[in-house]
């Protein structure tokens, strides 16, 4: 960490308002997130087989600028450097996935002891230098082979991610506490299976809605599973990203197309975690359009078994219409229109809109309607378009910006009663975004992709001040 940079003052709240931050209470825990296949490359080192996103990038066009996880910030042979950054900044705590095609080779059988050494290696590093480790067990790296033998429509998938997450535990969890299964099922599903903007590239939404239940299945397996072989303290859960979703109009057309977007965003996921069972309303929505999720007996119940911690992924919220530009309320499928509507906001390099205050209605909505779940936000940030200087240092005041908002949200809501237990920051590091590539950064350290260097931008600062700040009571 340069220390000779500026150290930069979390810029004052508003108007001269008190900083909400301020009233985060010093037990307050701070990380940054990322995860495999985004930041690690290696992707055929030391065993690792290829997972559907080493796929997908061979589609063409799939990726822009025909970008792949290849190389990514060859976090896999400079992770050490990598956790000393983390270590520079203050952090309590360090968000990473794990790779599955790395530490179980095609999906199936004994663990690969190269693959999970890594993991090992990392967790060592991370305790060492004071850091709590809190793994992601699947961030969207399936093995190819389960792609090819189903993937998340098949229920079978969630029997292997089961068998995989023990392989895990069995070799970490005599040091790590904090668990989640999924990353952003609806991504998985969705992006994945409906829309074909993710790996592995479906666009089947009966295949989406397949998806959905078995990816629900497979966590709670894996719930179960590291449950019964936890022999040291262990917090389970998972994360799920949400957005807080408003009628353009008070039409009723537009009305029921947020009650839509809330249902499958949301309610589709945290009912039957938390209640055991599916909100009706999207049960006849799913109806009406000839599909019904493929729910066995006892499956609720495993998807429901009790987790300790929710995953609050939040980046934006929503406006939504019920008609299409020209009026029409039905698509060319008969399926009722759901369109995201612009507000007029200030947008990040996403053209995401810049919403705190939805962030603040998310969190309070969540600790009403599941109420008794402490909650993590597991990811916030934003891309905005970068310009180092010679040194390829980033005075970034749009991304420091976004995060004194969204943070001061968080404090908000806690103000409001809900249970927010920390913070991660997306992300350490510039990394893969996805289909989107390397165009997009959401490192708080700038990632020169042809060197590597990495170089901590004016929000590395602003975030370790504000970390100290409030840890010792002065925010
Ligand atoms: C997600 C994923 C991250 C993304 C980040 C920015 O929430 O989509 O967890 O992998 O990179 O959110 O889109």
Known sequence: MDTTAPTIDPAPAAGGQPDPIATLPPSFRWGVATSSYQIEGAVAEDGRTPSIWDTFCRVPGAIDNGDNGDVACDHYHRMPADVALMRDLGLDTYRFSVAWPRVQPGGRGPVNPAGIGFYDRLTDELLAQGIDPWVTLYHWDLPQELEDAGGWPERDTAYRFADYASLVYDKLGDRITAWTTLNEPWCSAM???????????????????????????????????????????????????????????DSPAD???????????????????????????????????????????????????????????????????GVDEQGRDRDEDGNPIERVVPTGRPQTAMEW???????????????????GLPMWITENGSAFVDHPDENGFVRDD????????????????????ADIRGYFAWSLLDNFEWAYGYDKRFGIVRVDYDTQARTPKQSALWYRDTIRRVRGGQA
Do not use: C, W
């Open 255 to 321: 009305l029921d197309a947020t009650r839509r977007a809330d249902g499958l965003g949301t309610r589709i996921y945290l009912d039957p975690l938390v209640h055991g069972r599916y909100p009706t309303d999207v049960v006849a929505d799913l109806a009406a359009r000839g599909i019904e999720l493929p729910v066995q007996d006892g499956d609720l119940e495993i998807i429901s078994t009790p987790i300790d911690v929710l995953g609050v992924n939040y980046y934006f919220s929503t406006a939504h219409s």
């Open 398 to 417: 749009d991304r420091v910006a976004y995060f004194q908002s969204h943070i001061a949200a968080v404090a908000e809501a806690r103000q409001q009663g």
């Open 353 to 371: 809109e810049i919403v705190p205050e939805g962030f603040t209605k998310l969190l309070v909505r969540l600790s009403r309607d599941y109420p």
């Open 191 to 249: 992006l994945g299976y409906a829309y074909g903007r993710h790996a592995p590239g479906r666009q089947n939404f009966a295949d989406a809605m397949r998806a959905v239940h078995h990816l629900l299945l497979g966590h709670g397996l894996a719930t179960q599973r590291l449950r019964a072989a936890a022999t040291n303290p262990i917090e389970l859960g998972i994360t799920l990203n949400m957005s807080s979703h408003s009628p353009a109009t």
